[in-house]
């Protein structure tokens, strides 16, 4: 009996040591994966270009499309990591315009897209949830990158591009809006057909790239997680 004993301590021994070096093993290929698609989407922040019905300082991308891939693959935290790294990645590049300002709220708008939807899809992991989730992440990224653009970034912006000689206000911005959309009359309607629509399409885009490509990717992924 007292052999049979010792043989089931050695081997829960055995197997608490197997499992934790699976588990540290595995995080080291999450956090390697979530540093790869953090650095091709801090690449594709650079291939930017402006849609017609918004100023020039609004410009399209497709960085969101490897972030909602890895909240996808791992949950929402690797999304939220991902987004940040994009970010800090960016703007040691580039530098900021706005003390930090305008990247915190890009980050939020970024995670106001992922987060929902990457919950909604790990719930359900079927196209039926991936659809559902990103419509409504969609629609929390319309929500959250409207307010913050009305209350945050476009103020920010305005204080810190002010000179002693030039001063920009809210209203400078707006005005930008209307000489390339005549439906921008103020800031109400520079958020409503401006900005409102900017994070539609965006969202949209980058939903259907996501849709079309994660099946093939989450994969290549899970055969990665099962050497």
């Known amino acids: 009996m007292e052999e049979v004993k010792c043989s089931d301590e050695y081997l829960y021994i055995l197997t608490g040591i197997f ?65 940040g790294v994009k970010i800090i990645v960016r703007t040691s590049i580039v530098g900021t315009q706005t003390m930090g300002v305008g990247e915190l709220a890009n980050f939020l708008i970024g995670i106001s897209f992922v987060v929902p939807a990457s919950l909604i899809y790990k719930a359900h992991k079927t196209k039926k949830s991936a659809v559902i989730g990103l419509a409504v992440g969609s629609l929390a990224m319309i929500i959250v990158g409207t307010l913050l653009n009305a209350f945050v970034l476009l103020p920010a912006f305005a204080f810190f591009l002010s000179t002693p000689e030039t001063t920009y206000t809210v209203d400078s911005f707006v005005y930008l809006g209307s000489l390339v959309n005549p439906l921008v009359k103020d800031l109400p309607t520079f958020l409503a057909f401006a900005v409102a629509p900017f994070n539609l399409i965006k969202a949209v885009l980058t939903g ?20």
């Open 19 to 83: 499992i934790g070096g699976e588990m540290k093993k595995k995080s080291t290929r999450v956090l390697v994966f979530a540093g790869v698609l953090a650095s091709v989407s801090a690449v594709l922040m650079f291939l930017e270009f402006p849609l017609g019905f918004a100023p020039s300082f609004y410009k399209m991308d497709f960085s969101e499309v490897p972030v909602l891939i890895g909240a996808f693959a791992y949950g929402p935290v690797v999304g939220i990591i991902i987004e």
């Open 208 to 227: 259907i790239i996501v849709i079309l490509s994660y099946k093939r990717i989450s994969s290549l992924i899970k055969a990665k997680d099962s050497e």
